[in-house]
């Protein structure tokens, strides 16, 4: 359901851009986001935005001012603009989506494949 692409090798300093389609269209769930998980490392949230007219977007601290998240409404895709990237952003990307019951309130989570990301210094 979701198809993550993008990624690759890079050098310090560089720009990377992923992108992670989702079938059925991304109107279909609350938010989409992104996760990495580096090398024994637990997986953590990087960025993520709210499918609604506000498009509340959040960041980790350790990527504020770098990356960027967005949606591209006719392409049913998120994207994840990664610039001025660090060895330390190297791990396996993963894109997300999540949906809320309207009649239980329950929370559901999507995930798509992971991709590697690798900055070398």
């Known amino acids: 359901q979701l198809q993550a692409s993008g990624g690759g090798l890079v050098l310090s300093g560089g720009s990377v851009r992923l992108s992670c389609a989702a079938s059925g269209g991304i109107h279909n769930f609350d938010a989409l986001g992104w996760y990495r998980q580096g090398p024994e490392k637990q997986r953590e949230l990087v960025a993520s935005?709210?499918?609604?007219?506000?498009?509340?977007?959040t960041y980790a601290n350790s990527v504020k001012g770098r990356f960027t998240i967005s949606v591209d409404n006719t392409k049913n895709t998120v994207n994840l603009q990664m610039n001025s990237l660090k060895p330390e952003d190297t791990a396996v990307y993963y894109c997300?989506?999540?949906?809320?019951?309207?009649?239980?309130?329950?929370?559901?989570?999507?995930w798509g494949q992971g991709t590697l990301v690798t900055v070398s210094s």
């Open positions: 997300s989506a999540e949906s809320t019951s309207r009649f239980t309130g329950s929370k559901y989570y999507y």
């Open positions: 935005i709210t499918i609604d007219n506000v498009g509340s977007t």
